[in-house]
C-alpha cells in the first residue's frame, strides 16, 4: 500500500489563487486535486503552471463561470465530463468530472448552490443529486474504491454550520437540500471526514460578505469528502487548511485534504 493526499478546493477563479495554489502543492503535496469554479475557459487553463509544479491536468470550464479540473501528480487512466446521461446540458461537463486512478474512481463535482428555494437553479440542484445516484448506481460498486469529493454546496447537519437557527430556509441548509444529499449517500457512502473530525467548528467556507468570517469562524462546512466503506477504512485523517483562507486575495472556500492508505 502507499499513502495518497487528495484534496478538494473551491478557488473561486483559478487564475486569481495562482499563489495561493502553489503555496498549496508545494506544502501540503496533494497527490490527486479536484479544483471547483475554476471560472477558466478550456483554452485560458494555465497548463504549465501545472506542468511546472510536477502535476498532469484534466479539466473543462465556461468563461467566468463554474469550471472543473482533476490535477494530479500521475495522469489518470480515464477521465470523463458530465453526467453523460442523456440529460447533459451546458453546465455539466463543467461541474462534474469522474476520473480513474488504477481500483480508485474519484468524482469531482461542483453542485450548484441553488440561489433561492423558488429558483430553477434550486431545482436543478435536487436534480444534480438525482443524477449523480444514478450514475453511482449505474457506474460503480460500494463494494470498490470510489471517492465522491467537491464543493457540495450542502450543510449536512447543524455542527456543520454557524448559527443554523437562522438558515432554515438557504438553499445549502434546508431539509429538501439535506435529504437530497441524503440520498446519494444512503447508496453507500460515508462522511470521511466527520470520521475524523467529529467536533462543532470545522468548517471550509467562509462567506467574504460577513466581517472578519475567518478570525470569528463563522462559517460551513460544504466541501466534502464521501467514500466507500474499503475506501473509507483506508483514510487516515482529513483536515481543512484554514491558512489558506487567510492570504492575500483568497477564495472564500479553503481547501480541504484527505489521506488513505490505497
Known amino acids: 500500500m502507499s499513502a495518497e493526499k487528495i484534496a478538494t478546493f473551491n478557488v473561486n477563479s483559478l487564475k486569481a489563487r495562482l499563489p495561493i495554489v502553489e503555496r498549496f502543492l508545494r506544502e501540503a503535496e496533494p497527490d490527486i486535486v479536484c479544483f471547483q469554479e475554476t ?3 478550456d483554452a485560458d487553463f494555465p497548463m504549465d503552471f501545472f506542468a511546472s509544479l510536477g502535476y498532469r491536468a484534466a479539466f473543462r470550464g465556461m ?3 463554474n469550471g472543473v479540473a482533476v490535477v494530479s501528480r500521475a495522469a489518470p487512466d480515464e477521465c470523463s465530463f458530465g453526467f453523460m ?6 453546465q455539466d461537463a463543467s461541474r462534474l468530472a469522474i476520473a480513474r486512478f488504477g481500483a480508485l474512481s474519484v468524482v469531482n463535482s461542483y453542485v450548484p448552490q441553488g440561489k433561492s428555494m423558488d429558483s430553477p437553479d434550486f431545482k436543478y440542484k435536487i436534480r444534480f443529486f438525482e443524477r449523480l445516484r444514478l450514475l453511482f448506481e449505474r457506474r460503480f460498486s460500494t463494494s470498490g474504491l470510489l471517492l465522491w469529493t467537491g464543493d457540495i454546496n450542502v450543510a449536512p447537519t447543524d455542527i456543520d454550520v454557524t448559527h443554523p437557527e437562522n438558515k432554515r430556509d438557504h438553499v445549502c441548509v434546508c431539509q429538501e437540500a439535506r435529504d437530497a444529499l441524503a440520498s446519494v449517500l444512503e447508496w453507500g457512502l460515508e462522511d470521511i471526514y466527520r470520521r475524523h473530525r467529529p467536533d462543532a467548528g470545522e468548517f471550509s467556507f467562509w462567506d467574504y460578505r460577513v466581517k472578519d468570517a475567518l478570525s470569528r469562524n463563522i462559517g460551513w ?6 467514500a466507500t466503506p474499503s475506501l473509507a477504512e483506508r483514510s487516515t485523517d482529513a483536515r481543512a487548511l484554514r491558512d489558506l483562507r487567510a492570504m492575500e486575495r ?3 472556500h479553503t481547501a480541504v485534504i484527505a ?3 490505497v
Open 221 to 226: 462546512r460544504i466541501d466534502h469528502f464521501f
Open 39 to 41: 471560472k477558466c475557459q
Open 85 to 90: 446521461d442523456g440529460e447533459d446540458g451546458e
Open 259 to 261: 489521506e488513505f492508505e
Open 250 to 252: 483568497p477564495s472564500d
Open 63 to 65: 468563461k467566468s463561470y
